[in-house]
């Protein structure tokens, strides 16, 4: 009876080989997932943190347009036809800015403004509101942006920010016509 009490102590208090390698690919199976997701996460991450930085350059350009004096603007448009009175006008490309500070690990950025009339590009000389078409500046900044990810093939990517600014004095009674009436 002796033998019999032994040998059942030592079968229940042991694990066998097999239990333990069950145990292992159960725990692996849990595990990977949440290994996979780690790896994902990060690659959403650097991705995200890209696209902040190409919208944080267009927005930062933006703002630096906008904030110049509407007739500036207004002149660069109309130097860049061959008419400034009449026209015809196009969408002005302002030269492509390249800073290397701008650069994160992987990543080159570019960016470049364009300026034109809105909502026509080209108000028409012909319409009693010519003046009136060429009151409002549409800013549009294009940045262009490489991610260089090891093993891969480089992804080229374009972010684009618009605003539309107005004259300043458009509303404002600055630009009202007055009539001398004769007596």
């Known amino acids: 009876m002796n033998k019999f009490r032994i040998k ?16 292992i690919c159960l725990a692996s199976l849990v595990m990977l997932p949440m290994i996979l997701i780690f790896g994902i996460s990060e690659k959403v991450t650097y991705k995200s943190i ?10 930062q350009k933006l703002e630096e347009l906008k904030s110049r004096p509407f007739i500036d603007l207004k002149q660069i448009i109309e130097q860049a036809s ?4 009449e026209g015809p006008f196009k969408e002005v490309v302002l030269p ?18 364009r300026i034109s009339f809105y909502p026509y590009v080209d108000p028409d000389p012909t ?50 016509t007055f009539t001398v009436g004769i007596k």
Do not use: H
Request: glycine share 6%.
């Open 96 to 113: 492509l800015e390249l800073n290397g500070i701008w650069n994160t690990p992987g990543v080159e950025y570019a960016r470049e403004p």
């Open 127 to 176: 319409k009693a509101d010519f003046e009136l078409q060429k009151r409002r500046i549409r800013i549009r900044v294009i940045v262009k942006f490489i991610e260089r990810v090891a093993g891969m093939k480089p992804i080229e990517k374009n972010f684009e920010l618009a605003a539309v600014v107005s004259d300043e004095t458009l509303g404002s009674g600055l630009n009202a």
């Open 8 to 23: 059942q102590k030592r079968k229940a208090s042991g694990a066998t080989l097999i239990e333990i390698l069950i145990a």
């Open 50 to 59: 890209n696209e902040v930085v190409a919208c944080n350059l267009a927005l």
């Open 82 to 85: 061959d008419d400034p009175e």
